[in-house]
Nanobody, 122 residues
Framework: QVQLVESGGGLVQAGGSLRLSCAVS????????LGWFRQAPGKEREFVAT????????NYADTVKGRFTISRNNADDTVSLQMNSLKPDDTAVYYC???????????????WGRGTQVTVSS
């Protein structure tokens, strides 16, 4: 069983930055791709970014491309999401997730954290 714990959420003004981190409970190494998703009130959970097992490949949703950067450190089992130029539309609960494959869809991720709230004020 893989456990994921997110941290780093908070309240920030539009145009500001936040860095989210996710600690994974067991060695991920080359075992899991890791992703970030988000869910705003009244909306479905949506893909934000994903990074391959080795960290050599990344994919982003068009809405965050150029503003967000995903990275991972397999030595200490963490994945991070650097969020710059934040907009009020980025307000959501952000979830870290693990998958056996390099996917961009919710249904392909079998392990999830509990989420961390990000609120961007205008």
């Amino acid at each position: 069983q893989v456990q994921l714990v997110e941290s780093g959420g908070g309240l920030v003004q539009a145009g500001g930055s936040l860095r989210l981190s996710c600690a994974v409970s067991k060695r991920t190494g080359s075992t899991y791709a890791l992703g970030w998703f988000r869910q705003a009130p009244g909306k479905e959970r949506e893909f934000v970014a994903t990074i391959s097992r080795s960290g050599s490949s990344t994919n982003y949703a068009d809405t965050v491309k150029g503003r967000f950067t995903i990275s991972r450190n397999n030595a200490d089992d963490t994945v991070s999401l650097q969020m710059n130029s934040l907009k009020p539309d980025d307000t959501a609960v952000y979830y870290c997730a693990a998958s056996a494959g390099f996917w961009m869809t919710v249904r392909n991720y079998g392990y999830w954290g509990r989420g961390t709230q990000v609120t961007v004020s205008s």
